[in-house]
């Protein structure tokens, strides 16, 4: 035998015979306590990492999984640049390079409403459909529109995509109710939620109809998803729906219908997209059963202007219902109406006997427009329009009547931008005899490109 | 071996209580130092569950495990390189004085002496080889290594073990004088 070979049969020997190698009595489950708190990797990231036993040390294996790296590499690379080139900017865009989308038409001719597009500085104003009351989602991405003439029985609501284009029949509408018609496009843009009229029996045996059921369509087209369902025993009317900033909830007014058709107590109501969860979140009147319930941007609040003995007051109540206090008091010469939220959450807009007003939610005061206010010789109204996505500027809508009271023609609006603080200047966007570009359940949108 | 690698904890603490012994005989063969050995056992174990999901053949289990023992060997071996660890008989230890366990002792003292002046590289090639008692090919999986640079790594160890235990049988020389 070898020097070699015996040395190799005593390390076998010593090593097979290796008695005195007791691990510590503990060591399996401290490794096991260890393990515990560990969590699995990916098979894709281990492999990445090289630590197959099998076919990684081989050539092939080797040559398999440099080409594999390779292509995770490119693979990654090319997933960056797409992230890169489709992320929004890091700060939102501002009004001038925003598109606002409102309504224009004679208002002595009702047929000739038409919805068009102007950016935030005033430039390039074009029309982009006819018809009225457009809802463009907050993402920019889509719109939806009644079409046809505001005097006919029947018009149709309208799909498209934010700017416009791709127009697409949705359903048949009943324009006799138009004003009243309710609803509302998905912060996303994939679908819009709307209440169904339905027939009513009331306690006489008369038969009235109702806006008793809410749908959520796709705009992609096919079917929609009824999520709530017209209630068995008592007779309700839905209006002002508003979708959550996350697409997940929608506020609702429910009104319950008395025996004579009119519209009884109201209160506020959320349910679950999918119509999961419906659930009563104040039971105070609204000023109106139209009145809008604005989410504030994180969804954890609603803002409603509540009818109470002294007069309207703007409220701000959480979903959770734990909180409900008073951002603006009732007072003798206010009339809070039509609260919305600036994008950032900082400010609520809101209108004020003609005017309008803003207040930072942080803990300021209301501010009322000193230009803008009241109603001021001459018949000229402010309305709020809309806040630029960056939420520095408001949009607001000025109404002048020019000509006498009686007669329907003589609306001379314009389109002014004022700082969110109601502190500095104010600019025109857009004058335009006449604008008609607020309708109390659609107001006008102004959104990134 | 499939329950464990779709996250079953308790399946896997079954997989490795049975090799867990044979590991850290390994590893203390390889670092030579009972501490480090366990530690390195119990960072293998944690990271063969971190990465059990990569293993695609399950029957290549225990290859696989002893490959990752070899692999946080070595680092801790690379972290603590240059510190020397200095064995002495403990006082009062009372050997066993039979002739022939005299014998075995006195061979086992000097592989171990031997083993102890080989490179980490040539222990871990000699355990992998001889107490984990693969087949060169399985070596070559376990070390990570080409299979020729298994042979060669082994023929070396061997040689630098033989050298480092004939250097031990001779006597030591102060000065040209033989001190006995």
Redo the contacts between chains.
């Keep these: 035998m070898t020097s070699e070979a015996r040395l190799e049969r005593g390390l076998s020997e010593w090593f097979s015979s290796d008695a005195s190698a007791h691990p510590p009595i503990d060591l399996h489950a401290s490794a096991m306590a260890r393990v515990r708190r560990a969590r699995q990797r990916p098979a894709v990231l281990v492999m990445l990492r090289g630590d197959r036993l099998s076919g990684a040390d081989t050539s092939l294996g080797r040559v398999r999984t440099l080409v594999f790296v390779g292509a995770a590499l490119l693979l990654v690379t090319l997933a960056a640049l797409l992230v890169v080139g489709a992320r929004p900017p890091d700060v939102a865009p501002n009004g001038a390079s925003s598109w606002i989308t409102y309504v224009s038409g004679d208002v002595s001719s009702p047929s000739t409403f038409s919805i068009w597009r102007v950016l935030g500085d005033g430039s390039g104003d074009h029309q982009v459909g006819r018809g009225e009351c457009p809802m463009v989602s907050a993402n920019g991405t889509s719109m939806v529109f009644l079409s046809g003439r505001s005097d006919d029985q029947l018009g149709r609501l309208i799909a498209a995509n934010g700017d416009g284009t791709d127009q697409r029949i949705l359903a048949d509408v009943d324009r006799s109710t138009a004003a009243q018609w309710t609803a509302a496009i998905s912060p996303d843009g994939s679908a819009v939620a709307w209440v169904n009229r339905v027939p009513l029996a009331s306690a006489q045996g008369n038969v009235e109809i109702s806006d008793s059921e809410l749908w959520v369509s796709p705009l992609a087209g096919g079917p929609g998803t009824l999520i709530v369902p017209q209630d068995a025993v008592r007779n309700f009317s839905y209006r002002a729906l508003a979708w959550a900033n996350a697409g997940d909830r929608i506020a609702i007014v429910r009104s319950r219908v008395l025996y004579d058709g009119s519209l009884g107590p109201r209160s506020i109501w959320v349910v679950d997209a999918d119509g999961s969860d419906l659930h009563q979140v104040a039971s105070v009147a609204p000023a109106s059963p139209s009145a809008p319930v604005a989410w504030s941007p994180d969804g954890r609040w609603l803002a409603y202007v509540r009818d109470t003995d002294a007069g309207f007051q703007l409220m701000v109540l959480a979903v959770d219902g734990s909180v409900e206090t008073p951002v603006a008091s009732a007072a003798d010469d206010s009339r809070p109406q039509d609260p919305t939220w600036s994008p950032d959450g900082n400010y609520l807009a809101y209108r004020d006997q003609g005017g309008i007003a803003t207040i930072e939610m942080s803990g300021g005061v209301p501010v009322r427009a000193p230009n803008h206010g009241p109603a001021q010789s001459g018949g000229v109204t402010y309305d709020i329009g809309a806040w630029s996505p960056d939420s520095r500027n408001l949009l607001v809508v000025e109404a002048k009547r020019v000509g006498p009271e009686s007669e329907a023609e003589g609306f001379g609006s314009r389109l002014l931008s004022v700082d969110a603080a109601l502190q500095g200047p104010t600019t025109l966007v857009l004058e335009r005899a006449p604008i008609v570009g607020y309708f109390s359940a659609c107001p006008l949108s102004w959104r990134a490109p | 071996m499939a329950r464990a690698q779709r996250?079953d904890?308790e399946a896997?603490?079954t997989l490795?209580?049975g090799p867990?012994?044979r590991l850290?005989?390994a590893a203390?063969?390889i670092l030579r130092d009972d501490e480090a050995a366990?530690d390195a056992?119990?960072d293998s174990?944690?990271l063969a569950?971190?990465?059990?999901?990569?293993?695609?053949?399950p029957h290549?289990f225990d290859?696989?495990l002893q490959?990752?023992l070899v692999r946080v060997c070595h680092r801790a071996a690379s972290r603590s390189r240059g510190r020397v660890v200095r064995e002495v008989l403990a006082v009062g230890q009372a050997p066993d004085t039979t002739p022939d366990v005299q014998v075995e002792m006195a061979?086992?003292d000097e592989?171990e002496r031997g083993l102890r002046r080989l490179s980490h590289d040539q222990r871990t090639v000699?355990?992998v080889r001889?107490?984990f008692?693969l087949p060169l090919a399985q070596c070559?999986?376990v070390l990570?290594?080409?299979l020729g640079t298994v042979q060669s790594r082994i023929s070396r160890a061997?040689?630098a073990?033989?050298a480092a235990?004939e250097a031990d049988r001779r006597p030591l020389v102060l000065s040209g004088e033989a001190v006995r």
Excluded: H, I, S
């Design positions: 996250g904890r896997f603490a490795t209580e867990t012994k850290y005989a203390r063969l366990a056992v119990q174990l944690v569950w971190v990465d059990l999901r990569g293993l695609r053949d290549l290859a696989w490959r990752v061979a086992r592989l000699l355990v001889y107490y008692d070559a999986q990570g290594v080409p061997l040689e073990m033989r235990l």
